[in-house]
């Protein structure tokens, strides 16, 4: 609330003619946009549970060890791959991809980074024996040769085009092979080595995350000496630790708070496309709803631009298909998902809907506005004539159900797009046996099939058009919208973020504005 | 020693049972609540996942199995491992008890200091614009929810005076604004019952006796009313340090504490079963302790309550 005293001042100030009173303020407003520091503060909503990168996939926790780790590829805010720790790669076989790795590069304890690291990280990510949480990131793989300590070789079972796609997200970051071994695993994670920009400093649980800059980074030493992350679970208090100067960044940032942020003197916000979908998932399985044309009118009946000027302030798109825009074979064709009434009571009424109880389950808070759209589309539900239902629950109660598949309706989801490609999204969620599996289709599942198999990018596209043609007529997912992923930062701040909350701080897109 | 023991023999014995249910209904209604599995796994692990890594954590053997070894365990002192950050359940929980002592106890005392005095006056100047300007206050401090109290201090005396940190923790000045609103509802209580507490006594027989006598006022107030007024108010007083000291959820995470309050919720998301059991166990220890303080505090201020020798 700093500005609206300076506001004041500077309006005071012009009214007497004092231009001596105007000047200090308006110094002080072009100091904000400018620093000195040498520490980066970022708050976000929740403390990091774990630091060895492949025993947890939480959003608060990937933050950090993408930046204490490197994967072999990095995707970077243009969505596009970059090379890591890998300079180039090649499928040099249908079925064999090799990575040239860069040399020179030491892990923060002295450690040289060899191409036998790289094996063994990517091998204990499956490794039945290290039990970690991302054994199903990388299971195309089928062995792995080091023919010398710059080179790298992975075989998968069938032909992978992903796989560099997949080595650029959780479960790719490397370990060394030697320190892992000497300290074990619980040692590893109370100190961790890797070969990223930061190193760890220190961790106080629910207080703070101190990260020391890595002088020697192949990549160039960041632009700060520390990079310090602050648990703030509640939104006003960071916004407030925000506008007050007391962190440089926040992550998480709500769009109805967005001009609070952007309207005052020295914060600004900056957003990425959020590389994912919001969307309400279906259990197709239990009637009405496993009914296509029941489910093309609960489509049609939701104002979806309603919901994004209204409870997102314009801070979304409103989607044409269940591929992200932004991602490979979006197809930039098709017109936004249509709001039609009138040609959803007609379906209902086609599709013989007699009244059935349609179940929206919701948290409050998994996903930002879940509740509140939630009761929005109730509303637009019966407005066409659906007896539709919003029921509460608890996020870990929405996991059990998640896991169990016991969803009574629709519930909500934010699909991510891993890998910038359906296949790590629509197909990894939606396909056989998938965390979503609520509805299957012949065709669908043959096209997906082979497309996650298949080297032709032109002929995946083809398969991912018939994919999006029968999903459109099926709706396993009603997709409400992609929203944008928010940041609030200090104007001295120069940051770009990555559309999937990767959160990667590398000199190619942050850097303190310097007088 | 035998009246001491007569005691305190049957509060101990009852303190035991109270320990033992509370942890006995922690770990039932924690493994009713659900499975901690799926929240640690990404969503998309197959169902051969999720059942390794139960066995793992020993969540497939039955019920009475599980109570047996965690009775058994606990007994030894050891909780288990954290199920979320994978180390001992009483180093994580360790690890918070500072900073929610510090909080507890800063908060207590700020609230014993002015409430005693502010119900002490009221009572005296009793139907004086003090007596209602100071329970209005303390009717708000009690009515006012932790949250609406702790954003409210952030933007009146962090934000727009610029006089506090708007939370985390550090030095002196992060704590004042959690302190205060933590101690807001305790001290609103405690002046409240210190005030009805001091009337009463006020009326007494004795204290008209002593007036008359010609005893100075303030002998009568501190050392004739005071006294006597003090049961209910050591009462009050114990409970709500207790109080402090586990309930401060909303208080540790508007201010971004790091308290065990906050821990525990957290846990409990996570279904984290050790942690909460840990965390659990040790606030009821410190509740049951206080408790047993308020009991000897007793017998020092009230020969009746002694125990026979």
């Known amino acids: 609330m700093s500005q609206v005293t300076r506001r004041e001042l500077l309006k005071s100030a012009a009214a007497l003619g004092t231009a001596a009173a105007l000047s200090p303020a308006l110094a002080r407003t072009a100091q904000a946009q400018t620093t000195q520091k040498k520490e980066l503060i970022v708050a976000q909503s929740g403390d990091i549970s774990k630091l060895d990168p492949h025993f ?73 024996d290290a039990k970690t949480m991302v054994a199903t990131v990388l299971t195309t793989i089928d062995h792995i040769e080091t023919p010398d300590a710059g080179t790298l070789v992975i075989h998968t079972k069938k032909p992978d085009p992903l796989l560099p796609a997949r080595l650029a997200f959780y479960g790719g970051q490397i370990v060394p092979e030697k320190y892992l071994k000497s300290v074990g695993a619980e040692g590893f994670n109370a100190k961790p080595v890797g070969t990223g920009p930061v190193k760890l400093g220190s961790w106080t649980k629910d207080d703070k995350l101190v990260l020391e800059a890595n002088d020697a980074y192949w990549g160039g030493k960041p632009d700060f000496d520390r990079l310090t992350m602050r648990p703030i679970p509640e939104t006003a208090p960071r916004i407030a630790a925000l506008l007050k100067g007391e962190v440089d960044a926040i992550t998480q940032l709500p769009a109805d708070q967005g001009e609070r942020v952007a309207g005052n003197a020295t914060t600004r916000v900056a957003g990425a496309l959020y590389a994912g979908l919001y969307v309400l998932a279906v259990n197709s399985k239990r009637p009405p709803l496993d009914n296509p044309l029941v489910k093309q009118a609960l489509s049609l009946a939701v104002d979806r631009e309603a919901v994004v000027k209204e409870l997102w302030r314009n801070r979304g798109i409103v989607p044409s298909q269940p591929i992200a825009k932004g991602d490979n074979h979006f197809d930039a064709s098709l017109p936004p998902l249509a709001y039609n009434p009138n040609a959803a009571r007609d379906l209902l009424k086609k599709a013989n809907y007699k009244g059935e109880e349609i179940f929206i389950e919701t948290t409050v808070g998994y996903l930002t506005n879940d509740k509140q759209m939630s009761e929005a589309i109730q509303g637009m539900w019966k407005d066409v004539g659906v007896n539709a239902k919003v029921e509460v629950i608890e996020y870990s109660v929405r996991a059990q159900k998640n896991r169990e598949k016991s969803f009574k309706g629709v519930f909500w989801s934010d699909p991510t797009s891993t890998l910038a490609d359906p296949d ?10 998938g965390p979503q599996d609520y509805w299957r289709h012949a065709r669908w599942d043959e096209l997906g099939n082979n497309a996650r198999f298949s080297v032709d990018e032109k002929a995946r596209g083809e398969m991912y058009k018939e994919m999006t043609k029968i999903f459109l007529e099926n709706f396993p997912w009603i997709p409400i919208l992609q929203p944008y992923e928010d940041y609030g930062l200090q104007k001295y701040v120069e940051f770009t973020p990555n559309p999937n909350q990767q959160f990667e701080i590398r000199r190619f897109n942050f850097k303190f504005k310097r007088a | 020693m035998r009246g001491v023991l007569g005691f305190l023999g049957p509060k101990l014995l009852r303190a035991l049972v109270a320990i033992w249910l509370v942890t006995t209904v922690v770990f ?47 007994l030894r002192g050891d909780f288990g491992r954290s199920i979320h950050f994978r180390e001992p359940a009483i180093s994580v929980v360790k690890g918070y008890l500072g900073a929610t002592v510090e909080l507890g106890l800063t908060a207590f005392v700020l609230a014993a200091l002015v409430a005693v005095p502010i119900g002490l006056l009221s009572a005296i100047r ?51 604004l959690p302190a205060l609103t933590l101690g807001a509802f305790a001290m609103a209580s405690i002046a409240r019952v210190t005030r009805s507490a001091v009337l009463e006594v006020l009326r007494a027989d004795y204290i008209r006796t002593a007036r008359a006598k010609g005893v100075a006022e303030w002998i009568v107030v501190v050392k004739h009313t005071l006294r006597n007024a003090a049961l209910p108010i050591v009462t009050i007083t114990g409970l709500q340090f207790g109080t402090l000291l586990g309930g401060a959820v909303v208080t540790e995470t508007v201010f971004s504490w790091p308290g065990i309050g906050r821990l525990a919720i957290q846990s409990i998301y996570n279904r984290d079963y050790p942690v909460v059991q840990c965390a659990v166990f040790l606030s009821a220890i410190m509740f049951i302790v206080l408790n047993f303080a308020i009991d000897l505090v007793y017998g020092l201020l009230d020969p009746r309550v002694r125990p026979k020798a």
Request: overall charge positive.
């Open chain 2, 28 to 74: 039932v209604v924690m493994r009713l609540s659900g499975d901690p599995v799926p929240l640690l796994l990404p969503p998309d692990a197959p169902t051969s996942e999720i059942l390794r890594v139960r066995r793992e954590l020993g969540l497939d053997r039955p019920l009475p199995v599980q109570y047996l070894t965690f009775a058994a365990n606990i």
């Open chain 1, 56 to 128: 947890s996939t939480s959003s608060n926790d990937i933050r950090w060890s993408f930046n204490l780790f490197d994967n072999l590829t990095s995707r970077h805010p243009d969505g596009k791959l970059y090379p890591g720790l890998a300079t180039e790669w090649k499928l040099t076989a249908p079925t064999t991809w090799t990575f040239k790795l860069r040399s020179g590069v030491k892990f923060h304890n002295g450690d040289p980074f060899t191409s036998a690291d790289a094996k063994a990280s990517i091998e204990r990510t499956y490794s039945p």
């Open chain 1, 424 to 433: 790590g999204m629509m197909w990894r969620l939606l396909g056989p046996g």
């Open chain 2, 126 to 176: 009793r139907n004086t614009p003090l007596d209602h300007v100071a329970m209005g206050v303390a009717l708000v401090g009690q009515a006012a929810p932790t949250f609406f109290l702790g954003i409210l201090f952030i933007l009146l005396f962090s934000l727009k005076a610029d006089l506090f940190p708007t939370g985390g923790r550090g030095e002196w000045k992060n704590l004042v």
